[in-house]
């Protein structure tokens, strides 16, 4: 674009105006003729209606040449703007480019700043803001028991209560049941066989696909007719298995799989994205109950989830369940104290304590961007500073202050566009490296990217940014007092007020340092918390994996038994094995297929109701080879065989509570709510007490838990558990080679370490201290650096003083004391509010804490210390430096 | 007054008022005078016309306006021709000449029988 000549602006001076020159060029015309008329002899009168005539139409002409100098002259001040930006970029280029270093430390500062930002919230806005892919997904509700004899809020159903609620309500348009299911896939293959794969499965009612409003894209869903036994001999599958196993076969749909063994027919594909209950889930299949668990009102298995119908809201759903559980409480007596609990399924998705988390730390990086924007700020007062000349000249050659400051923000703005892109650049890098250490278990991970709505956020976030941090020093730096300060040759008064400024922004970083690192703080003590739990049993040196036996190729328990047998005897001669024993599963889900048991001469109590109960077959060196105590009585042998006595083992928890000051040893019970009489489930004895073990984790208390020898429950799918003398996972593969020695076509997966376990229920937590305490180390590294420079700048103004107090014979270190007193008076007050801040803010964050209160003193008293400390040391170092120069030299200075 | 003699009259007064401005700055009555006085006031334009005229030509960049004062010292906005409006003017009186010469050479013809 052409520049406009310099003499333009300065017609800007004098702002025409166009009304009245339109009115005096007119005027000045229509006077003219009428002199000449006048002169010609006309009467006045005359005169002045002949050149009125002569004229035309005065008025509409006018208004004509007003609307077109209006027009012209806006135009016109539109392309002195543009010019005037393109001049103040090219400036502020110009004068960045003269000192690389101050450019240099700003950009970087603001590049891992926005940066940072935008890596957050590129996660935020995948994991929390864009919608998930079914239509309507937040009118899809989890629908769950509540459990308030076990006080679990998301506990699950049986089939009579789910058929009851899907019955009697009036607020769901479908509800839907399902079960997670895990199947070994075979066959089904274009050519051959190929590879047995373990994947994860949902058996559900037909309806399912209404609830979430998604059709297979190709094939069909399966129908209500299906859910019945021998009619169920379908499944769908997902886009993912398609490509991976099954090579995106178009002629998919039609051909027959074979699921733990059982042929079934492929009837569809579902889309992309299909990830319900969970985005491993490969394969649907219909949900078809035997007759007896259709009537086991007290059988809890299933999961349910629905729709709800139009304009019905979530509050009122609850409140229509609510009363439908009420009188299923009252109807039947066992299902005393469990109500219903309905939860949206982007909230189910992304469970609270990760919403926390993630806002936490966007909220945390605003805080580093903040700290990081202070010190540009900073840089650029003392930038300013040097520039008071310049300016108070040209303020004195009558440059308005708007127009300055619009000079020096555009300078800051350009900053923080540089700064801008170099963010998105280290976001875009960086955000590779987040992903690969975030926790598996973060939903939606896969879609995080930096998108058009991230770009515009980032864009917003540095335009704001320049403008914070430019804004006040740009009004500082061009105080009308300049003009006349150039007289005087200093600054007095103004300079003081910089100093003000200063100490204000030092004084507010270190306030969000101390946030910050409190909430960092707060993170980790609870993480320490966690480690210290004591979860009952040797966690090192133990190898997991995970085995399923097909129904189709085991029928019989004696020959799930007779493989066990043999595999246990194998792996436990390898070499470097110390033991190795079996359970159904090491750790427990949240909601565990439960059951209620009956005490021998006991009348049943609702406490022996729907009692979360696994039901574990263990192999007899299960206890040893975890390192679980033996409490009292013994642990299970070989003779406790499948024609043995039915023995049983249980933990001291259950102990404690059923058989509270008695000796469990020798006691009765039986599962079943003692209805079967003779014909019931056999009588068990206890044979055994062993110690509590967190089944559900660090952070799920201690639950009850009752063994049976493996003979006595010989389930299919079972966890090995092997101690190894060295490196556990070095072992995998000579014991998967074992286990192919006694059956070659069965899958072995999941194999891990039981640390790798441990760390992964933690990994949510480690993931968010870990980022937390990034962030806090970086913002207490630039807040240091912030405080640092301001005593620095304000030391060197004070050259001259210290100087002079020097020579008068004021001792270093007294000099040293009085500018780190004043520098840690600041410092103080920044601790002071920040400790207030985190108070506050760490309020939020009590959900993600473990045995840690969000106001715990210790933290908060650490946190001050290390700011004292490290505020101390960054008034210190330029105390020191300005206490030793040579008094003469900084006379002569200035 | 139909669009096509309005649009006529419009590329005339432009050349007029270029014209006009060729022996020095001038304000609008002085453009007026000088029209009056060469045409011997044939045309007897509507002089308020000529602001909107002046208004168009200085938008094309052919004339710049500048306040100053007239010759009995009243504020008065005066033009002037620039480089621009000079080459302009030029081109349009050959075209004009042409136009000119060419219906004054069809108007001195003899009539042709047929």
Not at chain 1, 107 to 133: D, Q
Not at chain 1, 581 to 599: E, H, Q, R
Not at chain 1, 817 to 842: D, K, P, Y
Request: proline share 5%; with cysteine; aromatic share 6%.
């Amino acid at each position: 674009m052409r520049d406009v000549p310099m003499w333009r602006r300065y017609l800007r001076f004098w702002r025409p105006d166009v009304d009245s020159d339109v009115d005096d060029e007119l005027r000045f015309h229509l006077e003219m003729r009428e002199r000449d008329y006048a002169a010609r002899g006309m009467s006045p009168a005359e005169a002045r209606r002949a050149a009125a005539e002569r004229f035309g139409d005065v008025a509409r002409i006018g208004g004509e040449l007003r609307a077109h100098d209006h027009r012209r002259e806006r135009t016109r001040h539109r392309r002195d703007s543009m010019s005037d930006f393109l001049q103040d970029l090219r400036y502020g280029a110009r004068g960045l480019a003269r000192t690389p270093g101050f450019t240099a430390v700003a950009v970087l500062t603001l590049a891992l700043g926005i940066g940072a930002t935008t890596a957050i919230f590129s996660v935020v806005n995948a994991v929390l803001l864009r919608p998930l892919p079914y239509p309507d997904a937040d009118r899809v509700a989890m629908v769950w028991m509540d459990n308030r004899r076990m006080g679990m809020s998301e506990d699950i159903h049986s089939w009579p209560n789910y058929a009851d609620y899907r019955d009697q309500n009036r607020v769901f348009s479908a509800l839907a049941a399902y079960t997670p299911a895990g199947y070994n896939v075979t066959g089904g293959c274009l050519e051959g066989e190929c590879e047995p794969q373990r994947v994860a499965a949902a058996a559900s009612t037909a309806n399912l696909f209404a609830v979430l409003g998604v059709a297979p894209r190709v094939g069909r869903a399966y129908s209500a007719a299906e859910e019945t036994e021998g009619q169920d001999a379908v499944a769908l599958i997902s886009h993912g298995l398609w490509t991976r196993q099954f090579g995106a076969d178009p002629a998919m749909v039609g051909r027959t799989i074979r699921l733990n063994g059982r042929e079934r027919t492929v009837i569809g594909v579902m889309p992309r994205g299909f990830a319900f209950p969970t985005a491993e889930t490969d394969v649907w299949v219909p949900l078809a109950l035997p007759d007896d668990f259709r009537q086991a009102r007290n059988s809890f298995a299933l999961y349910a989830v629905g729709r709800l119908r139009p304009g019905v809201t979530l509050e009122r759903a609850q409140a229509e369940m609510s009363a439908i559980a009420k009188r299923l409480e009252t109807q039947y007596p066992t299902l005393r104290d469990l109500g219903v609990n309905l939860v949206a399924l982007p909230e189910q998705i992304v469970g609270k304590s990760l919403r926390t988390a993630l806002w936490i730390m966007l909220g945390a990086v605003g805080a580093v961007l903040l700290i990081g924007c202070a010190n540009v700020a900073n840089l650029l007062l003392s930038r300013a500073a040097v520039r008071e000349r310049e300016v108070g000249v040209r303020l004195a050659l009558g440059a308005s202050r708007g127009r300055l400051v619009r000079q020096l923000l555009t300078e800051s703005v350009l900053l923080a566009a540089v700064g801008g892109a170099l963010g998105v650049a280290l976001a875009w890098a960086g955000l590779r490296l987040l992903i690969g250490l975030a926790p598996a278990d973060v939903p939606r991970l896969d879609e995080v990217r930096i998108d058009g709505l991230v770009l515009a956020v980032t864009s917003a976030v540095a335009l704001a940014t320049g403008i914070v941090f430019g804004l006040v020093p740009a009004l500082q730096a061009s105080r009308p007092e300049l003009a006349e300060a150039l007289r005087d040759g200093r600054g007095g008064t103004a300079s003081r007020r910089g100093h003000r400024l200063r100490r204000l922004l030092a004084a507010g970083q270190v306030a969000l340092v101390v946030v910050l690192l409190t909430g960092a703080g707060l993170l980790i003590r609870s993480f320490v918390q966690l480690q210290q739990v004591r979860l009952g049993f040797r966690p090192d040196h133990l190898l997991t994996m995970q085995l399923s036996l097909p129904g189709a190729k085991y029928q019989t328990p004696q020959q799930r038994i007779a493989f066990f047998e043999r595999v246990v005897e194998r792996v436990r001669a390898l070499p470097g094995v110390q033991g190795v024993g079996a359970i159904s599963d090491v750790f427990l889900s949240k909601t565990p297929n439960s059951t209620n048991f009956t005490i021998e001469g006991r009348a049943p109590t609702p406490d022996q109701q729907n009692v979360e109960v696994p039901l574990d077959g263990v192999t007899p060196d299960y206890f040893r080879v975890m390192g679980i105590e033996l409490k009292s009585g013994r642990t299970f042998t070989a003779q406790d065989g499948a024609d043995a006595p039915r023995v049983v083992i249980v933990n001291e928890n259950m102990a404690r509570k059923f058989w509270p000051g008695e000796e469990a040893v020798g006691k009765r019970f039986r599962y079943g709510d003692g209805s079967g009489g003779a014909d019931g489930p056999p009588w068990m004895t206890i044979v055994g007490v062993v110690g509590d073990m967190r089944r559900t984790g660090y952070e799920a208390p201690v639950r009850y838990e009752t063994f049976l020898p493996y003979p006595q429950r010989a389930a299919s799918r079972m966890t090995l558990v092997v101690r190894t003398r060295g490196e556990p996972t070095a072992l995998a593969p000579a014991v998967r080679a074992e286990v192919r020695g006694v059956d070659a076509d069965l899958p072995v997966y999941e194999v891990k370490s039981m640390d790798e376990l441990l760390s992964a229920m933690v990994a949510q937590r480690r993931f968010s201290m870990a980022l937390l305490g990034t962030f806090a180390g970086l913002a207490l590294l630039l807040g240091v650096v912030g405080v640092y420079g301001v005593t620095s700048y304000l030391v060197a103004q004070r050259t001259r003083e210290v100087g002079l107090r020097l020579a008068l014979g004021a001792p270093p270190r007294a000099l040293v004391a009085m500018v780190v007193r004043q520098g840690m008076v600041v410092a103080a007050a920044g601790i002071a509010v920040g400790i207030v801040g985190a108070l506050l803010v760490t309020r939020l964050m009590s959900g993600l804490l473990y045995e840690v209160s969000p106001r715990d003193l210790g933290t908060l008293l650490g946190v001050a210390a290390v700011l004292a400390l490290a505020t101390f040391a960054a008034n210190y170092v330029p105390a020191r430096r300005a206490a030793r120069v040579d008094p003469l030299v900084a006379l002569r200075d200035e | 007054m139909s669009t096509d003699s309005k649009d006529l009259l419009q590329g005339t007064l432009a050349i007029l008022v270029l014209k006009a401005l060729l022996g020095g700055p001038a304000h609008g009555y002085g453009v007026a005078r000088w029209i009056e006085a060469t045409t011997g006031d044939v045309l007897r334009i509507e002089e308020g016309s000529l602001y909107p005229a002046l208004r168009r030509v200085e938008d094309r960049g052919w004339v710049t306006s500048e306040w100053g004062l007239s010759e009995n010292n009243r504020r008065a906005r005066f033009y002037s021709i620039t480089p621009a409006g000079r080459a302009h003017l030029r081109d349009e009186a050959a075209s004009w000449m042409r136009y000119a010469s060419a219906v004054t050479r069809v108007l001195r013809a003899e009539p042709r029988l047929a």
